[in-house]
């Protein structure tokens, strides 16, 4: 069967080249064919278009024969040229004989005749122009008058042909051309003229002459120049003086020929004034319709005129008559609009350009008036008020005044032009607001409208700042006070028991700013006002809440509880108190014993001389009013002990934890005491012993090397002996705090890119760093010692975790901190490889038989989950360790399944596959399938070797 199909694949082909053979053959015949129709028809055209070319003819044939007549022909017959120009004539022979050789002759009138030409020539056709004619050109320097110019030729066989021609030498007709012809410039400049004759022939003698307007002629210089010198003879610039007056002059030049006379022609200059200069305007606005333009005058000029424009770089145009010599103008507008102008100079009739700069200005209406009064603001009386407008300019000589009442429509009102005005509002409650605009009457734009605030006529406000002179009242009589409410007639004081009780009138008709209420017993009451005008009552004041009391316990400022070493008198004092109080019960206990009357007296100081020996002394006060009646309570001072030596006071330390190795200690000086014992133990309780002594300072710095805490006490000395010891203090000795890194923190990323580590801030007697590194949880390196607090880390291009620690210390104490560490940083890029999983081979087995599985061999760095699917169906979703799974397939019912098994990763990454089960029935007949399967595969033979020799 294969034979066959590759026998035939092979007949195919050939029979393909068979085809692919033909038609190469015929395309190449075809061409063939096809090349050789070409090339005869290439051959045809050639021969078709091949030019004969027959042999030239014999020179001799070309010669002419020889002729006996001869005859000469001139052109022009005649001419008539200027002086100092040519004038060329032909001569030929106009017979056509065989004329190989002769003698040209030329003469003007009874000259000599001249040899033009001799021909002795051979037989050269297009030579033939040449010995038949001869061209003669006339000299430029015949005379003025008629000349005969006389031909001739001689040929040996023929003789002489003569030709006459007359040619007339007129007089050169001279004129002068002047560039420019006219032209203008300012005064004090110079300007050149350029007088050229118009006759460009042998002009070589004369001279020039110039004259200005009616002056003398100005010999130029005599010419009498050769050829070299043509430019300089025809041609005369003339420069102007820079002093010619403003106004129009004449510039004559004269050229003088002996055999042409004089020929003339002039120019014309025009000396203008040098334009105007800055040219301003008297006021930018324009208010009143008229504005002055004035201009820096001009040199020499004698008039000016004024030009506008509507744009600065429009077209000006002159406005107004022609001004005299002056600096300046007026111009008048009726409407707003904003013009420019500049101007030019003039004398006679010679104007200057215009000015270099322009005047802007502008019409403009007045800017809107302010109304300064009234502003927005409400009033409580009927009283007149002030409108008032601020100051206009000088220009405003209208006014119109209008008025709007409780926002209607504004009406007018008034055209006073004094700055304030009087209002008087009519009765009852209303607002009004007033607006002005103004004007030139000249000009006639009114402004824009200027508007008043809003002024309200109402009932009184509530009373403002409604106080009581005391709160709390400690004397039986309170003050209450307010501000005057404008418009205000009287006021009612209104009492209630709460604050949000009902407030009832208690005193009316109040016409001062205040009023008094007193009490006989302690109790609280809240109080309200208002304030009444003819309009009606204002609403309540805010409440003031009173409450009659006993005074406030005094406080006694001195002695406070202290030790004191000496036996002077000392102050017993206490803070003022209210000017309600007027008795005082001062009372005494000493060495703690009951307390004893000692003095009434009403002073804020006393003194109290303590008596011999050690005591101690506390003082106590009460304080009332006579009139109310009620004591204060007691006020306590500190406990003052008199003894003869005290110890040091607020023994402080500079830091209660040092980092740095060095703190200082400090206590108060104390009186009397000549030298100081620092004193120090390992603990509070524990035994002090001496460590500086004679300190004559109050302060000393004591130093650590190493971790510890000590605690310090000091003593004062002096001749008599030592204090007791002062309060302690403890100062702790450590190393720094273990700093903070907040960056990395626990994470875990899928970039290698560089990342921060940073820590927190640290205390300023930090100066060193120690920087470790872990990478996946090995053991910690250094990895930087620098004090930053932001570095870059730059991660390898795998996967690892990392984390950083890091210690401070202080140099100068030398202990390191405890370390800090960051968070792990975790870069894990993602897994995208799906698991690997097998193909089991597919299962077939008899129905109700058992220990069938079907095993998966399965594999992934991150296993999740699997799933087993039966014909479809899940079976329920279960974890997978990555190990392989084994998957039984009992108890299927008779016939094809098919069992696919599905994994996937934690990153979701998945694969599946799929196992055919059979199923087949129990067989009862042994062998059956055998002797069936046998049967099959015979037939199956037959059939194949049929098969096989029918394709054959």
């Not at 403003?246 to 004089?262: E, K, L, N, R």
């Not at 932001?790 to 390898?796: E, G, H, K, N, Q």
Request: net charge negative; hydrophobic share 30%; proline share 4%.
């Amino acid at each position: 069967m294969i034979y066959n199909s590759v026998n035939k694949s092979r007949k195919n082909v050939m029979k393909k080249m068979n085809y692919k053979s033909k038609f190469i053959t015929l395309v190449l015949l075809s061409s063939i064919l096809f090349s050789n129709v070409f090339f005869l028809n290439g051959m045809v055209f050639q021969d078709d278009n091949t030019i004969s070319k027959e042999l030239p003819e014999n020179r001799e044939l070309m010669m002419p024969e020889a002729s006996v007549t001869l005859s000469v022909s001139v052109s022009p017959t005649s001419a008539s040229i200027e002086k100092g120009n040519t004038q060329t004539f032909r001569f030929g022979l106009t017979s056509d004989e065989d004329m190989n050789h002769g003698d040209w002759w030329i003469k003007i009138d009874g000259g000599d005749w001249i040899p033009q030409v001799s021909w002795s020539l051979d037989y050269v056709p297009m030579a033939e122009i040449y010995f038949k004619s001869v061209y003669y050109t006339t000299e430029a320097s015949l005379s003025v008058g008629n000349h005969g110019v006389h031909a001739r030729f001689y040929h040996d066989d023929c003789g002489y042909a003569y030709k006459d021609v007359n040619i007339e030498i007129t007089p050169i007709s001279l004129s002068v051309i002047v560039n420019p012809e006219s032209v203008t410039k300012y005064y004090g400049n110079t300007q050149t003229f350029e007088y050229t004759l118009s006759a460009l022939s042998d002009i070589n003698s004369g001279w020039w002459e110039i004259k200005i307007d009616g002056g003398p002629w100005t010999p130029q210089g005599p010419w009498s120049l050769d050829p070299y010198s043509y430019y300089y003879r025809d041609i005369l610039h003339y420069t102007t003086i820079s002093t010619l007056h403003i106004g129009t002059h004449d510039v004559y030049a004269q050229f003088y020929h002996p055999d042409c006379g004089y020929v003339y022609e002039h120019a014309t200059i025009n000396v203008a004034p040098l334009p105007p200069t800055n040219v301003a305007p008297t006021e930018y606005p324009c208010y009143d319709g008229t504005t002055i333009i004035t201009w820096t005058k001009s040199s020499g000029a004698t008039k000016y005129q004024l030009y506008e424009a509507t744009t600065p770089g429009g077209t000006y145009t002159a406005i107004g008559s022609v001004l005299g010599d002056v600096s300046i103008t007026s111009v008048s507008k009726s409407s707003e609009q904003t013009r420019y102008y500049r101007v030019i100079a003039g004398r006679d009739n010679a104007w200057s350009e215009l000015s270099t700069n322009s005047a802007s200005v502008t019409w403009s209406k007045p800017p809107t008036p302010i109304i300064s009064s009234p502003v927005t603001q409400t009033i409580y009386t009927h009283s007149s008020f002030s409108v008032t407008r601020d100051s206009v300019i000088s220009e405003v000589d209208e006014f119109d005044w209008e008025i709007s009442i409780d926002g209607g429509e504004y009406e007018e009102w008034s055209s006073s032009s004094l700055s304030s005005l009087s209002y008087d509002p009519p009765a009852g409650d209303h607002t009004y607001q007033f607006r002005l605009r103004v004007r030139n009457i000249n000009f006639g734009v009114w402004s824009d409208y200027g508007y008043s605030g809003i002024i309200t006529v109402s009932n009184p406000s509530s009373p403002m700042n409604f106080q009581v002179s005391e709160e709390t009242c400690y004397d039986g009589s309170v003050t209450f006070s307010w501000t005057a409410t404008t418009g205000a007639t009287s006021y009612t004081l209104y009492e209630a028991t709460t604050v949000d009780g009902e407030y009832a009138a208690i005193i009316t008709g109040i016409t001062e700013l205040s009023t008094t209420v007193s009490k006989s017993a302690e109790e609280t009451r809240y109080y309200k006002l208002k304030a009444v005008n003819d309009v009606g009552d204002s609403d309540f004041s805010s409440f003031v809440e009173v409450s009659w009391s006993a005074p406030e316990t005094p406080t006694i400022t001195s002695p406070i509880t202290q030790t004191v070493y000496t036996h002077s008198s000392f102050s017993v004092t206490r803070d003022s108190v209210g000017s309600y109080v007027d008795e005082f019960d001062w009372e005494i206990s000493i060495d703690g014993g009951a307390y004893i009357e000692w003095s009434t007296s009403s002073l804020d100081t006393l003194s109290y001389d303590p008596s011999e020996g050690d005591h101690t002394y506390q003082f106590r006060l009460r304080v009332r009013n006579a009139n109310f009646g009620v004591w204060s309570d007691y006020s306590y001072s500190g406990i003052l002990t008199v003894s003869t030596f005290s110890t040091p006071l607020n023994v402080q330390t500079s830091e209660s934890i040092c980092y740095d190795g060095s703190v200082i200690i400090s206590w108060d000086a104390v009186v009397g005491a000549t030298n100081y014992t620092l004193y120090e133990a390992t603990t509070v309780d524990g035994e002090y012993t001496a460590i500086f002594t004679d300190i004559i300072e109050t302060s000393i710095n004591v130093s650590k090397t190493t971790n510890g805490t000590r605690h310090y006490k000091v003593k004062a000395i002096n001749e008599v002996g030592e204090s007791d010891f002062s309060d302690y203090v403890s100062v702790s000795w450590s190393a720094p705090e273990s700093p903070t890194i907040t960056s990395p923190i626990t994470q875990t990323v899928d970039d290698h890119s560089p990342f921060s580590v940073t820590r927190d801030s640290v205390g300023s007697y930090v100066d060193e760093f120690d920087w470790e590194i872990s990478i996946d949880g090995g053991t910690y390196t250094d990895w930087n010692t620098s004090e930053l607090n932001t570095l870059s880390y730059d991660p390898a291009d795998e996967d690892h975790t990392y984390q950083f620690r890091l210690r401070v210390r202080n140099s100068e104490f030398g202990i390191w901190s405890d370390y800090g560490y960051s968070g792990i940083h975790t870069i894990i890029i993602p897994d995208t490889t799906s698991p690997l999983i097998d193909s089991p081979p597919d299962v077939t087995y008899v129905y109700n038989t058992i220990g069938h599985n079907i095993t998966w061999s399965v594999s992934d760095s991150n296993p999740y989950q699997y799933q087993l699917f039966i014909d479809g169906v899940g079976q329920g979703i279960n974890t997978w360790d990555g190990n392989d799974l084994t998957i039984s397939i009992d108890g299927l019912s008779i016939g094809e399944h098919n069992v696919t098994l599905w994994v996937s990763d934690i990153e979701g990454n998945w694969a599946e596959d799929q196992v055919n089960v059979t199923v087949e029935k129990e067989n009862n007949i042994p062998g059956y399938e055998i002797g069936s399967l046998s049967a099959v595969f015979l037939i199956s033979i037959i059939v194949s070797i049929f098969v096989v020799k029918r394709k054959r």
